[in-house]
């Protein structure tokens, strides 16, 4: 079967960094995606990673390691605004996302 | 406007009525899909369609129909709502290239209730 995992729920302090975990188990993979979603509203395009290794974009990174099944996104000088859920997806062969559960981020000041 | 609307922003619905949710996109995009995301759960796929004139199922697709008669509206229709369907609703839609980078936005959900 194909599966998502990531943390249900992760408290980080304003300012501060946080990592947030994802493993996969998919048939095929064709990229690997994370959004972002605030409460009530729609999931938004964070990042993309096809390649082993780090992308970064301005106060967020990915990172993928596709022989592990294993990916981060990493989020620096943490910001209020940044308490949402984070969506980890792959893209599996056919192209189509397989969706993890979210992990709930709250930031405290 | 730029994006994707959907219609209702919410319902309230009794079972075994018919409901059809809305979804229109103005990016000429050729691929839309339907997700259905529950509490605890991932966003599953209902039904998508790569381009005009074709449907697919999803891992979901029991009790739900589509229909793209054109680039721009997917509707999905609940023909005999059940509790169970109680959900939030979203349509996303991707330039459908095939590509990997075919990144998917979605529109702002609805949120349905069957009582």
């Known amino acids: 079967g194909q599966n998502i995992d990531q943390p249900t729920e992760m408290t980080a302090t304003e300012g501060a960094i946080v990592q947030i975990n994802c493993t996969y188990q998919?048939?095929?993979?064709?990229?690997l995606f994370w959004y972002q979603q605030h409460a009530g509203e729609a999931p938004t395009f964070l990042s993309y990673n096809v390649l082993d290794g780090l992308e970064e974009k301005g106060r967020f990174s990915s990172f993928l390691s596709r022989s592990k099944g294993y990916s981060y996104l990493l989020l620096k000088e943490l910001q209020m605004k940044d308490s949402a859920s984070y969506l980890c997806?792959?893209?599996?062969?056919?192209?189509?996302?397989?969706w993890g559960a979210g992990t709930k981020l709250i930031i405290k000041p | 406007i730029a994006g994707i609307t959907q219609a209702p922003t919410s319902q309230i619905l009794a079972a075994g009525r018919r409901m059809t949710l809305r979804c229109t996109q103005d990016?000429?995009?050729?691929?839309m899909y339907w997700y259905r995301q529950d509490l605890g759960l991932g966003l599953r796929l209902i039904h998508y369609?790569?381009?005009?004139?074709?449907?697919g199922k999803g891992e979901v697709p029991d009790g739900y129909s589509v229909s793209r008669a054109n680039t721009d509206d997917f509707p999905l229709t609940l023909a005999s709502a059940v509790p169970s369907q109680t959900s939030v609703y979203f349509c996303?839609?991707?330039?459908?290239?095939?590509?990997?980078?075919?990144?998917?936005?979605f529109g702002p959900g609805t949120r349905l209730t069957v009582l």
């Open positions: 998919t048939s095929g993979f064709n990229g």
């Open positions: 369609s790569n381009t005009a004139g074709t449907t």
């Open positions: 990016m000429r995009h050729n691929a």
């Open positions: 996303a839609s991707s330039d459908g290239s095939g590509s990997p980078t075919d990144t998917q936005y």
């Open positions: 997806a792959v893209s599996d062969s056919n192209y189509q996302l397989i």
